[in-house]
């Protein structure tokens, strides 16, 4: 069965250092990886998602994702914190599992904390 | 409309009362899903609609939750004999949910904020 880790349920970082969000993951078959994002009393927004055409992924607000097989990883990153990227990170497995249908796996969540 | 829609937004009860939630899916969606996040807490899986095929059930918590999806559209959680326990917000995403486009995204609305007294 499909699973996600994320490995730390809170980061904080300071305002222009880089932030690293990890997570791992378990799948029988070649996954569909995402990472949502959860601003304070706000819905969830895709910030990326994989789609096998590359590994290093580009999503929104300057945040990468690489996906390394080899790792099982799809960790999050950004080069520069901004204060507005304070939030909760969920990363999200999916795939078929064999059985036809398929649904979301979400982790646990990384809060992100952001300092001046 | 123009994103996944949720009625009502927050939800009080009395413990023991019957509720419902209502998730209206974007157009053209054929999967929709139920989450529940409790406080401070990741979001459980709850129940999973594609198309016509048989609902996957699996994170339902017990036999107090079901849902329906009429028409293949809007879906319907309801909770009957709440307890306290099962406040929480709940959530509904939508997806195109094609099974040969494993990486279609889901859509979520902003929840169903569920407390329980």
């Known amino acids: 069965a499909q699973s996600v880790t994320q490995l730390d349920s809170h980061v904080s970082v300071s305002e222009g250092t880089p932030v690293l969000l990890r997570c791992n993951y378990s799948?029988?078959?070649?996954?569909?990886l995402f990472w949502y994002v959860q601003h304070p009393n706000k819905g969830l927004q895709l910030l990326l998602k994989?789609?096998?055409?590359?590994?290093l992924v580009k999503g929104i607000n300057g945040f990468e994702a690489e996906f390394k097989k080899s790792e099982t990883s799809f960790h999050l990153t950004k080069p520069s914190a901004h204060m507005s990227d304070a939030a909760e990170y969920f990363c999200?497995?999916?795939?078929?599992?064999?059985?036809?249908?398929?649904?979301?796996?979400f982790g646990t969540g990384t809060r992100l904390k952001v300092l001046a | 409309g123009a994103g996944v829609s949720q009625s009502p937004s927050n939800k009080v009860t009395e413990k023991g009362k019957d509720v419902e939630l209502r998730c209206d899916p974007i157009?053209?969606?054929?999967?929709l899903y139920w989450y529940r996040q409790s406080l401070g807490q990741g979001l459980e899986f709850l129940i999973y609609?594609?198309?016509?095929?048989?609902?996957?059930k699996s994170g339902l918590p017990s036999d107090r939750f079901s849902a329906e999806r009429t028409g293949g559209s809007v879906s319907t959680l309801t909770i009957q004999r709440t307890q306290q326990e099962d406040s929480a917000v709940y959530l509904c995403?939508?997806?195109?949910?094609?099974?040969?486009?494993?990486?279609?995204?889901?859509?979520f609305g902003q929840g169903t904020r569920l407390t329980v007294v």
């Open positions: 994989y789609t096998s055409a590359a590994t």
């Open positions: 157009s053209g969606h054929t999967a």
């Open positions: 995403a939508s997806s195109l949910g094609v099974y040969l486009q494993l990486n279609t995204e889901a859509f």
């Open positions: 799948s029988s078959y070649s996954p569909s």
């Open positions: 609609f594609q198309g016509n095929s048989a609902p996957d």
């Open positions: 999200v497995v999916s795939d078929p599992g064999g059985s036809g249908t398929y649904k979301y796996i």
